[in-house]
């Protein structure tokens, strides 16, 4: 079976996706355009790295084989392992692009329903197979790469199949929804009800809602409802041990919330197989405005002031001057405050006014046409936003560095934060590259007790030396945030990239709880092993 | 050390607190008040149970005693032995009027600061001393009385020693609070930074910020941000095994919520010592309204657009036909909404119209006087709503049976979990009495997935059998919010009392990691043993 070169079980409706990159492989930068991109970075390679064709990549041995009552559930396809070796961080995608796949999986398994799921558990446990949950694949902390090396074998678990809404629950506004399901399948199925979940992701037409679960997402809203974890209302999990099921409500208050264990979990301590989500009507009202500041720090005290008026604005997203010039929105040394509103029941005029009065409280002028209602501005911005990832891919195969690295922190501390990142991840750079890095940062949500600021770094790198250098300014960005008392991720999960800055952030004993729920639920230690935290073995 | 009776080690500053009923012992109703109460309950005593004198109670020999080092901060007090035996449940209420303090602890602990936390664990692991976390007593679920049997001795732990604010943020509006803080306490700290927690549950005058996030305490706001738990930035908790601190974050999705995993603990897994805690501005604004319904269904209906409109309103208080004609607020028949909403940067008058219209929508009527800006009628119910407890205690010294239960369920469920509440707990007066019960209902808060009904259910009792028979009912009342899928409790924990629904309500699978949790952070299972979960000795 090692040479199974049969068709895939994945479902015959699965959309192609890129195995190197990001999302629709037909979305990819041309050559031409990636070397037009490249010309802005000096310092920065002309020629492009090819895209190695799969018929040429060298795949490690398959070294297990599933019982022939799941075989057909189950992949060798060259294909299949080799798009489900990594996730999409740059480092995955310059990895893949060079033909690295020793990571591979044996098995890809494409359940399609959850008696599956346990099932192909069961046989993983007994067979000492480690088992990567995946979804669509679009982790960029390692989080769908095995790396543990002691297990018999690997198989990833992709769930894309299950992918329906099975149940609707209009009055009190809420599904149970498989977690498979794809971000515009999800919003597709719900339409016909009038209901939206309204979790908007960069990532949302690539990942699922298991993925999303599985790793505290964040999604569109900038204030108030910000990560998928309050919008679950329970969650069905499989587990080696037993199969996890809350009960649904809108509240509880009878012990901890069994809910919040397995949010954030990244796979390791089950696989969700579906929830119940909470939903919301499909808004009418929408306005939105832009704010100038000449001076950063008074922007980032109306941004403040606005999270901490209970306005709750729907967008509110702060581009520091070197996003903002980067975005093309302003002039030089200009920061600026999208704000946007938004609701099904009442017109939002008065609410996005009382914002834009904030913000001129403290220094801000509207910008020209602004307030509007929306439009062709908000949809440029999305068309932009969901076209970063593909010009990410573009740059690395122009052997440009890329990182984004988001966080979040108290207010008090976000000066010296934003001053500390600049200072020493750009002192890496150029210890890394010998060039100056290009460091912006912008809001993507904020609270009343702090922001989540979100960073892009871009430099020149080095051909052949991309990961390694990619490595040692992630490892600088890691040890920053530490070091000013920020969270690893706001919204990026854990992983296995960020171990070495959540290693440092949480309390000790909850890692060792963290063990011991794992032996409870996953005895045979098979689940995304390394992810979170070490288990021996 | 047996007949230690020296002066209790609490603090001299600490206030009187009744030994046997609810909060301030000056409060109790006369033994007039007493009979004047019932006599609106056919079938009630028409004398008053006398409260024995301390002095007379019978209290269990003390069977260990603290080692020389930590003997300042125990106490064998008799007073203070009786006053740590039960929380304020209606049956401990009756237990200790009946002068049953069979389950006192053998010692009261009152430490000073966290280093006392720590050196008393120490010594209560290695000589198998049952310890019970012990705010301010005002647990409803048997949640701090010991009734495991298989210790050696048993700690009641007072925190009410460590009560004070520690450090404020006003940029961040948080601060870093003691876990023996009593509400007054706490919002008198805070007030001189123009800050406020605004948590006030209805046991506000006599529990704790420990007891409010052991226990996943519900406070005033009805909507949003109605659980401690949102309030919430991190957490320092003492466990057997070391102290366990969290990150203090605005927002984070790395890991699952280490700070989830003791909120609802009910102080089985650690003691928590400090909070970070997310803090408001003082509202300024204010205003009300009250809407009567003619029929109950679209009063409920009217509320539910409310819940799901995004206004959150501050209040959003509905009171059943019965629940409005015992609060004298309205005519027979009648329901009523009370609606409050509040801030402390912008008037509010324009969302309280938004609310007052929906409410319309659905058929409500406006009272005369209303929209109204708060004042005296909010004024008024809020001395009734704290002068509850008392008058609790008042029936019961009546032998009038008197239990409140609330809980939390879904839009589509709520209808038929109100019929069967009143048709099913109502023949289990009917049975366990003799007597027709009064059942009424309320909501405490309300979700857009579902609101928390608050049941209140009152009925003549028998005397000597009162706990027998509330027991009964109780168990009646658990019974059907099972059979309904609704939550044994939203915001009154979990204790012991609440054990049967809480078993059957928590995934299996969920209780053994708990165990699991314990076994690390509690080897020796000393932690407020049999508070939800029971574990192997």
Redesign the interface.
């Known amino acids: 079976m090692a040479d199974r070169t049969s068709s895939s079980p994945r479902a015959d409706a699965a959309p192609t996706r890129s195995w190197w990159g990001w999302g629709d492989p037909a979305q990819a930068l041309p050559d031409a355009e990636c070397a037009a991109l490249a010309a802005l970075v000096p310092g920065a390679a002309d020629t492009a790295l090819p895209v190695p064709p799969i018929a040429s990549l060298e795949l490690p041995p398959v070294r297990v084989s599933a019982p022939r009552t799941l075989a057909h559930l189950v992949s060798g396809d060259p294909a299949d392992r080799a798009g489900h070796t990594y996730g999409k961080a740059y480092r995955d995608v310059v990895r893949a692009l060079n033909g690295d796949l020793a990571a591979a999986p044996d098995l890809v398994a494409f359940p399609r329903e959850e008696r599956d799921v346990v099932d192909l558990l069961d046989w993983a446990a007994g067979a000492d197979v480690a088992v990567i949950p995946y979804g669509a694949g679009s982790s960029v902390v390692g989080g769908v790469e095995y790396r543990a090396g002691a297990h018999a074998g690997v198989l990833s678990m992709d769930l894309s199949g299950m992918d329906r809404v099975l149940e609707t629950?209009r009055?009190?506004?809420?599904a149970r929804i498989q977690a498979g399901t794809l971000g515009p399948g999800l919003e597709a199925q719900l339409r016909p009800h009038g209901l939206t979940l309204r979790h908007f992701p960069q990532s949302f037409e690539f990942s699922t809602l298991g993925g999303w679960l599985a790793?505290?997402?964040?999604g569109h809203y900038a204030t108030?409802h910000?990560?998928i974890d309050d919008l679950t209302?329970s969650l069905r999990v499989v587990?080696p041990?037993?199969?996890?099921?809350?009960?649904?409500?809108?509240?509880?208050?009878?012990?901890?919330?069994?809910d919040?264990?397995?949010?954030?979990?990244?796979g390791t301590l089950g696989i969700i197989t579906e929830a119940w989500m909470?939903l919301?009507?499909r808004p009418v009202h929408k306005a939105s405005a832009s704010v100038l500041f000449d001076r950063f720090p008074a922007a980032v005290d109306a941004v403040?002031a606005i999270a901490?008026?209970?306005?709750?604005p729907a967008n509110c997203r702060l581009l520091d001057p070197g996003e903002a010039a980067l975005s093309g929105v302003a002039a030089e040394g200009t920061s600026v405050l999208v704000l946007g509103v938004e609701?099904?029941?009442?017109p939002v005029e008065?609410r996005l006014a009382?914002l834009v009065a904030l913000a001129r409280d403290h220094g801000g002028s509207p910008a020209d046409g602004s307030p509007a209602s929306g439009g062709s501005a908000a949809g440029a911005w999305r068309s932009a936003f969901l076209r970063m990832p593909y010009v990410r891919d573009g740059l690395a195969r122009m052997s440009v560095i890329s990182e984004t690295f988001e966080t979040?922190?108290?207010?008090?501390r976000f000066p010296q934060l934003y001053e500390a990142v600049r200072r020493d991840v750009g002192a890496a750079v150029r210890e890394v590259t010998g060039a100056k890095a290009l460091i912006n940062c912008r809001f993507t949500?904020v609270?009343?007790?702090?922001?989540?600021p979100y960073f892009t770094v871009i430099a020149p790198g080095r051909r052949g030396s991309e990961v390694a250098m990619w490595d040692e300014i992630k490892a600088a960005a890691i040890r920053t945030l530490g070091e000013q008392?920020?969270?690893?991720?706001?919204?990026?999960?854990?992983g296995r990239d960020?171990r070495p800055?959540?290693d440092r952030?949480?309390?000790?004993?909850?890692a060792?709880?963290?063990?011991?729920?794992k032996?409870?639920?996953d005895p045979a230690g098979i689940l995304n092993p390394g992810v979170?935290f070490d288990t021996a073995r």
């Open positions: 629950d009055v009190s506004r809420a790793t505290r997402a964040g108030l910000t990560h209302a587990t041990a037993g199969v996890s099921e809350s009960l649904r409500l809108p509240g509880s208050g009878a012990g901890p919330s069994p919040r264990l397995f949010l954030g979990s990244e909470r919301q009507d403040r901490q008026s209970g306005l709750h609701s099904a029941h009442h008065s009382e979040a922190c108290t207010w008090d949500h609270y009343p007790d702090g922001p989540a008392r920020a969270t690893v991720t706001h919204h990026h999960a854990v960020h800055g959540y952030q949480r309390p000790d004993l909850f060792d709880v963290l063990r011991a729920a032996r409870t639920l979170l």
